[in-house]
């Protein structure tokens, strides 16, 4: 795969806030919910939490799940934000809108990892998904050089972008903004506390 503009230096990621699907346990994908009052408050949380940090630009998935987390955030710190299609989350085709957990029920999945195994062929082949998501980084950071950059997305954009650099899946939560940053051993990726 050819990361092309892959990321090099640090980046910070937050999944949006919970929308009325996630409290449901249902694949989201594309179908662009509202995050609900669950999620606002999420976003209001973690505003106040990452004032203490200094972001020049906050770039944002278009769904608007996405979208008003990153207007939230961006209101309480006055950072310009940018819209950005190749942070749109994976696209599950017909598994879109069904729970979560039928389907790992009825193909015996244990995790959500596993998940992949079972794509319907209308989906987003998870290479796409990968690489466009680093390209997005990659880009923003080749772009705003010294910048220090949020990116506002979803559960499987920052599983792919783990994946890619990482070499793992982490455990995601909702209004949660986590750090990745390259070391000498390799990527890692960190709850910013």
């Not at 997005?136 to 650099?165: E, K, Y």
Request: with cysteine; hydrophobic share 40%.
């Amino acid at each position: 795969m050819n990361l092309g503009s892959a990321p090099s230096r640090t980046f910070f990621c937050l999944r949006h806030g919970a929308t009325d699907w996630n409290r449901e346990g249902r694949f989201q994908g594309r179908t662009d919910n509202p995050i609900n009052d669950e999620g606002i408050a999420q976003a209001f949380t973690v505003a106040r939490r990452l004032q203490r940090l200094r972001f020049d630009q906050i770039v944002t998935s278009p769904l608007q799940r996405a979208l008003k987390t990153a207007e939230i955030i961006a209101a309480a710190s006055a950072t310009p934000v940018a819209v950005d299609h190749d942070l749109v989350e994976f696209d599950y085709g017909s598994l879109e809108g069904q729970v979560i957990a039928d389907a790992m029920r009825a193909h015996n999945l244990k995790s959500a990892e596993d998940l992949s195994s079972i794509m319907p062929p209308d989906s987003e082949p998870w290479p796409h998904l990968t690489e466009r998501t680093l390209r997005c980084v990659g880009n923003w950071l080749d772009a705003r050089p010294g910048a220090t950059i949020l990116f506002v997305c979803h559960f499987v954009v920052m599983q792919a972008l783990s994946t890619a650099l990482c070499g793992k899946w982490f455990h995601n939560r909702h209004g949660t903004p986590f750090r990745f940053a390259p070391t000498e051993t390799g990527w890692v990726v960190d709850e910013v506390h």
